[in-house]
């Protein structure tokens, strides 16, 4: 297990090395200019535009610029945000909690209630509460987010007047206590969490649904059965472990949600996440800024492939030996 760990992560690292080097060259193969943003309309002396390109490092070739990446890398320096000229690290920093809020909730409330739906449809599989789960998330699931999310907008918090639709918190209550503010940060919380969701958790249903009942056919299932254990411990400690391997790979792929969120929810209700943060950057060519968060956005990637793998070893003692 411990030569498995070992070896998983060398691969990562290597797959983390290439995924960056690609990124950062096709950044710089795209079309456009990181100083625009800067530079404006207006007319800009040549000399200026020189001084910026030096400052920016982008006067030098493709190579050089990633060698000194590469360097500023090791030490922990992301760089400058081109269009903030802040450092990228500090940027993402501040940003970072409130991806993990928005991300995190997300997350726990679509597989705690996914996973739970998805098992009960799996128990009545053709009733009548199967059909209506069924086609309840399939509806929601083929709703755009941005869509969803500005209809819940538009009623909720325009014209019922129930909970506020942009921002995480009110600045007009900066001095409130503790609980005042976590309430109200809380209120600021619903709608984009609810709305993504409806638009998520039907995936989670469906995996869960499926690997379910193909778990509640298997020979095993009969056997403990005919040795009369009850119908709860079969669930249980039989067919539910072998049904969760799915969903954990699931959860594997969706743990980058943490950090990106999504970009049009985010956009919608002003949620300052790093989602949003990601979508200004490439909007803006903000090379150094667009680096930091795809870096952050490939290691979480690679995390949730580490921790489904090792989430399989817990589950199923076989895979230790392998």
Do not use: C, K
Not at 14 to 19: G, I
Not at 312 to 322: E, F, G, K, T
């Amino acid at each position: 297990m411990r030569a498995w760990l070992v070896r998983r992560l060398l691969h990562s690292a290597l797959t983390l090395v290439l995924a960056g080097v690609l990124v950062f060259v096709l950044m710089r193969l795209a079309p456009g200019d990181p100083l625009a943003t800067l530079t404006g309309e207006r007319p800009v002396p040549p000399a200026q535009i020189a001084s910026l390109r030096v400052r920016y490092g982008v006067d030098q070739p493709i190579a050089a610029q990633l060698a000194a990446f590469a360097r500023g890398l090791v030490h922990g320096d992301l760089g400058t945000s081109i269009q903030y000229g802040r450092p990228v690290t500090r940027l993402i920093a501040e940003r970072l909690p409130a991806s993990l809020l928005l991300g995190g909730v997300v997350l726990l409330v679509d597989f705690t209630l996914g996973l739970w739906l998805g098992v009960r449809q799996a128990r009545r599989a053709g009733g009548a509460f199967d059909h209506l789960t069924g086609v309840a998330s399939l509806a929601a699931y083929a709703l755009p987010s941005f869509w969803l999310g500005l209809g819940l907008a538009s009623l909720a918090g325009i014209r019922w007047h129930l909970l506020p639709v942009a921002g995480m918190t009110d600045p007009l209550r900066a001095d409130a206590g503790v609980l005042s503010a976590a309430a109200d940060v809380l209120r600021h919380l619903l709608l984009p969490a609810f709305t993504l969701v409806v638009v998520s958790i039907a995936a989670t249903m469906r995996y869960q649904r499926a690997a379910m009942l193909d778990a509640l056919a298997q020979p095993f299932v009969l056997a403990a059965r005919a040795r009369g254990l009850s119908e709860r411990r079969v669930l249980r400690r039989h067919a539910w472990r072998n049904a969760l391997f799915p969903v954990v790979t699931l959860f594997g792929l969706w743990l980058p949600m943490l950090v990106t969120g999504a970009v049009f929810v985010e956009y919608v209700f002003a949620w300052p996440g790093l989602g949003s943060l990601a979508a200004n950057a490439a909007a803006a060519r903000d090379y150094p800024l667009l680096m930091g968060t795809a870096l952050l956005a490939a290691v979480l990637v690679i995390a949730g492939g580490i921790a489904a793998d090792l989430a399989y070893a817990v589950l199923d003692p076989r895979v230790r030996h392998r």
